[in-house]
């Protein structure tokens, strides 16, 4: 009987252990199955959700720093720009989402996917830029229709914005989008692709400073790359404020007595060094480099005769014509070859071994001293006292004025010009110096080029007693709460020497006379120049071109108008107290006096006599 109810147990607990371990086999089954449904048939699925519902670095870009003038005028400010982008990982399918976008902002698809492919090798989850700056039309479109393009996001970004069309282009320059060299260049830490830097003038110049850094926020997005909420913010940083020592007024002032010529003006104080207007025509539409340019419209830039990229007063070299009498009554009168009372004997021309060197003026000049040769820009006078002192000579007070070498200007490119040596030249022709050479040269001729930048300097240098100050464009940085930056060069509070004049005071002073006589004299040759109330000093100039064999004033009415000479003239006023020193090139003007004077002459009155 025992044993019959041992057996009855074991019995019992074999089946309640073969139920449990069926229960505990079934369990498992399930879940494997369950794992195996999860990973293997919803797994594609389940990765997509979980990738896309996670949370994402979106950059704030920083707004550049603003451009102002000496006296706080805008010149230069930021406007709101929107840009459609696509995240191709919230876009799936990308080519359903792209028809789809094609047709809402009518642009062809193929379009769209061309700029995907040019962008292949980034990260899915980043975004890839399809159009800049889109319109109201188009933002309003794919607002409306936002649930039907995953992955399709409208950015807010800063955008550049040049206030006045083409003013004083070629001194603050234009933004570009980076190139590849220039980000593997190193140069630009914190820029990345698609980002847009000073290519040009000041905002080249003084990139660091303008551009701002940039900030982020941590947010979570879901399946479609919607924001579901921002988790943190770091604000962008805006770049540094630029007032840049130019008069707003007075710059679109020398714009506009430029308009339809080709040439340049520029204005300088002359106690200071500081620029009052830089002015290059023809000149250029800055936004067109930042809103995008067409093939075309560079081609039409490039290849434009009358060089509109070109800042021509510190890259243009030119024949210095008269004003370089300045530089040669220096040489002579500081090396005793005359005084003020010397005079040399002009009959409209001078005999030298087997040529005629002819004045401008047909039936001379006669008797005639260095403040009077100053004032009615004899060549004759000029030639006698050029044979007298020699090339080197003569090349050696240049290069002290400043001319030959560039004035240290912070913008792009400065040219040096070329003031010639019987050196150079056996050195770069293979011939000897002629001594009639020497005779062109001492009236500007010759070899010699100098840039309207370096006369300014020359000019100023002559008005304030003898020291030339390096151009300085930049008057003051700012942060964007105004505090100042002190960055020493870059500041021009301290004037900045660059050297003296190689003449003394009795020199400087006939100079200056034979200058107010210029424009004061009954013969001078820049009477036109005069306005009532304010003296004006200057020096005019007719840079040739070609040789000329009369002295016909009708010699160039035949000529092709590319070969006609330039037109220079130099002035300072008010001639006592100089306030503002003032340069003017106009390209084949023919005549200092009638082409480059009156502009002079309206940019003084604009500046010391305001309405």
């Not at 107010?516 to 009532?532: F, H, L, P, Y």
Request: charged share 25%; glycine share 8%.
């Amino acid at each position: 009987m025992g044993g019959h109810l041992k057996s009855v147990d074991s019995d019992w607990y074999k089946q309640r252990l073969t139920g449990a371990m069926l229960c505990i086999l079934a369990a498992f089954v399930l879940i494997v199955l369950r794992l195996f449904y999860l990973q293997m048939i919803e797994g594609e699925e389940l990765r997509r959700l979980s990738e896309n519902n996670c949370i994402r670095l979106q950059s704030i870009d920083a707004p550049r720093g603003l451009i102002f003038d000496r006296n706080g005028k805008l010149l230069v400010d930021n406007r709101p720009s929107f840009d459609l982008n696509i995240t191709l990982k919230d876009a799936r399918p990308v080519e359903r989402t792209i028809e789809k976008l094609a047709q809402y902002i009518k642009v062809p698809a193929s379009e769209l996917m061309l700029k995907i492919e040019r962008n292949k090798g980034i990260s899915s989850y980043k975004p890839v830029l399809l159009k800049q700056d889109i319109g109201r039309d188009v933002l309003a479109a794919i607002e409306v229709h936002k649930f039907d393009l995953p992955g399709v996001k409208i950015n807010v970004k800063p955008r550049r914005h040049y206030l006045d069309k083409q003013s004083a282009a070629h001194l603050i320059g234009y933004l570009s989008e980076i190139s590849s060299d220039e980000l593997k260049s190193g140069r630009y830490s914190g820029c990345k692709s698609g980002d847009f830097i000073g290519k040009f003038g000041v905002e080249k110049a003084c990139e660091n400073f303008l551009r701002g850094k940039c900030g982020g926020r941590q947010v979570e997005v879901n399946a479609a790359g919607q924001v579901v909420r921002i988790l943190k913010t770091v604000d962008a940083q805006p770049g540094c404020n630029i007032y840049l020592t130019i008069d707003r007024e007075l710059q679109k002032k020398a714009e506009e007595l430029l308009e339809g010529k080709a040439g340049a003006v520029a204005a300088m104080e002359p106690e200071t060094g500081h620029i009052l207007a830089l002015a290059s025509s023809p000149s250029f539409d800055q936004n067109a480099f930042v809103d995008g340019m067409s093939h075309e419209q560079w081609e039409s830039l490039v290849s434009n005769p009358f060089r509109p990229m070109e800042n021509k007063v510190v890259q243009g070299e030119y024949p210095p014509a008269s004003i370089y009498k300045i530089v040669t009554a220096i040489v002579g009168l500081e090396e005793g070859i005359i005084n003020e009372n010397t005079a040399f004997n002009c009959a409209g021309h001078y005999r030298f071994g087997d040529r005629d060197f002819r004045c401008w003026k047909k039936d001379g000049h006669g008797s005639i001293n260095v403040i009077e040769a100053l004032a009615v820009s004899c060549d004759v006078f000029f030639y006698q006292l050029g044979q007298k002192l020699g090339v080197d000579q003569l090349a050696w007070y240049a290069k002290a004025c400043g001319l030959g070498s560039p004035t240290g200007i912070k913008l792009d490119d400065e040219a040096s010009g070329l003031i010639p040596t019987a050196d150079w030249k056996k050195r770069r022709t293979g011939i000897v110096w002629q001594k009639g050479e020497t005779l062109l040269a001492a009236i500007g001729q010759c070899y010699n080029l100098v840039t309207p930048i370096q006369m300014l300097v020359l000019t100023s240098a002559v008005a304030n007693g003898g020291i030339r100050y390096r151009p300085l464009t930049l008057k003051t940085i700012k942060t964007a709460e105004g505090k100042i930056v002190n960055e020493g060069d870059y500041l021009s509070e301290v004037r900045q020497i660059a050297g003296k004049l190689p003449a003394g005071k009795r020199t400087l002073e006939i100079i200056r006379k034979g200058m107010w006589e210029t424009v004061n004299s009954e013969k001078g040759t820049a009477r036109i120049a005069q306005i009532d109330d304010i003296e004006i000093s200057g020096k005019t100039g007719t840079a040739q071109l070609i040789g000329r064999k009369t002295n016909d004033d009708n010699v160039y009415e035949d000529i092709s108008a590319h070969l006609k000479p330039h037109a220079w003239f130099a002035a300072y006023a008010p001639s006592s107290t100089p306030k503002i020193a003032v340069i003017v090139i106009v390209e084949h003007g023919e005549h200092g006096s009638s082409a480059a004077a009156p502009i002079a002459r309206e940019l003084i009155r604009t500046y010391l006599a305001p309405e």
